[in-house]
């Protein structure tokens, strides 16, 4: 698992029991996750299509930082399911799981549009076939 994204948890972020609020990290793990799939896919449109059962493992507190991690494990014809785990970047106790994350490549209209990625590529691999093509 690859942990891209770190946040640091602000008075701002938490829910009245003083403990990272649940919907705050739902909503950092949904755009990690697009950023991830926009990256993959190749494409500046995907939208959520499924996520998965939510397991809310412990918390985090004020103060603390947390680490999201992001990895593929399906590509479908539109789609890429993606897997997350979220976890405390000093004691690296996790924070929450989710098994599928689901994002599908669409145009203009909303409509799905096929990828033919198959595989996970890194930005760095795709420059070095840009610059052998030279």
Request: proline residues 3%.
């Amino acid at each position: 698992m690859n942990y891209h994204t770190r946040k640091w948890i602000k008075p701002e972020d938490l829910n009245p029991n003083h403990t990272l609020f649940g919907g705050r990290l739902l909503q950092w793990i949904d755009e990690e996750a697009a950023l991830y799939a926009i990256v993959q896919l190749e494409t500046p449109r995907c939208v959520t299509k499924y996520i998965s059962e939510i397991n809310f493992v412990s918390s985090a507190k004020q103060g603390d930082i947390i680490e999201i991690g992001i990895e593929a494990i399906d590509f479908g014809n539109t789609s890429i399911t993606l897997t997350c785990d979220v976890r405390n970047m000093m004691t690296r106790q996790t924070i929450i799981t989710i098994d599928k994350i689901i994002f599908v490549g669409v145009d203009e209209s909303g409509k799905p549009t096929r990828h033919g990625k198959t595989k996970i590529e890194f930005v760095s691999d795709r420059l070095k076939d840009q610059e052998n093509n030279f």
